[in-house]
């Protein structure tokens, strides 16, 4: 199925369903996981040594998230995204964020501006030393949705997240396409340090398109196969 290890919870104080959960998110999202592969409960019971309580729990929760499906005669197996569903999604998404980066312009606070900073820092330091991005990327989100000071739209954006997570991990695994991600996150912290709400809009908007097109691309290539 895949690496064990990868999904075998470890003792620390979170709890175990959350671990299993966690685990099973981060494997479909780093496509360790592949869509249309089947989840058979008894063999992750023994992959990952938990309960199948547990396991029923974490695919339930996955299953809400859209990140796993259940097929007639075939199971719980990891959903895939078509490429319509992509540029569908893509749509929202570059709505949701141009509107982010023109309120996180208006509303954040000094320190929110700062943590925005630190987090392009961080993802100028992987891509020197051509590490994933995808994690650092995701907590540059998490500080611009948390500091344009608009709960709903922070609704709305969490309950597309783990599909937006995949799309990210595949349009992040083309060539070249990490460079480009830093580069436009650099124009949109300028935008925002320049206090141009208008230009944080415009540069969201444009880094979300680009990431469209290469995700699209690669699902359209993979469905032609």
Do not use: W
Not at 43 to 56: N, Q
Not at 117 to 139: G, I, W, Y
Not at 164 to 193: C, H, K
């Amino acid at each position: 199925m895949t690496n064990s290890s990868v999904l075998r919870v470890e003792r620390n104080p979170a709890p175990i369903r959350a671990q299993v959960l966690g685990n099973l998110r981060q494997a479909i999202v780093d496509r360790q996981l592949k869509p249309g592969q089947r989840l058979i409960e008894r063999e992750l019971v023994e992959l990952i040594g938990v309960s199948r309580t547990s396991i029923r729990e974490a695919l339930r929760e996955l299953a809400a998230e859209g990140l796993v499906t259940s097929i007639p005669n075939k199971g719980t197996v990891v959903a895939s995204v078509t490429a319509e569903e992509a540029r569908q999604l893509y749509q929202v998404r570059s709505a949701l964020e141009g509107l982010a980066g023109r309120l996180f312009t208006e509303n954040a606070s000094p320190a929110q501006r700062n943590a925005l900073v630190k987090m392009l820092h961080r993802m100028e330091r992987a891509a020197e030393k051509d590490a994933p991005l995808r994690s650092v990327k995701d907590q540059f989100y998490q500080v611009l949705f948390e500091g344009c000071g608009n709960e709903a739209l922070r609704d709305v954006v969490a309950g597309l997240h783990a599909r937006i997570s995949v799309l990210r991990s595949l349009s992040l695994s083309v060539p070249g396409r990490p460079a480009q991600t830093v580069a436009e996150m650099r124009t949109i912290v300028g935008a925002i340090l320049a206090a141009d709400a208008e230009a944080a809009e415009r540069a969201c908007i444009r880094h979300v398109e680009n990431a469209g097109r290469i995700a699209i691309a690669a699902l359209v290539e993979q469905e032609s196969k």
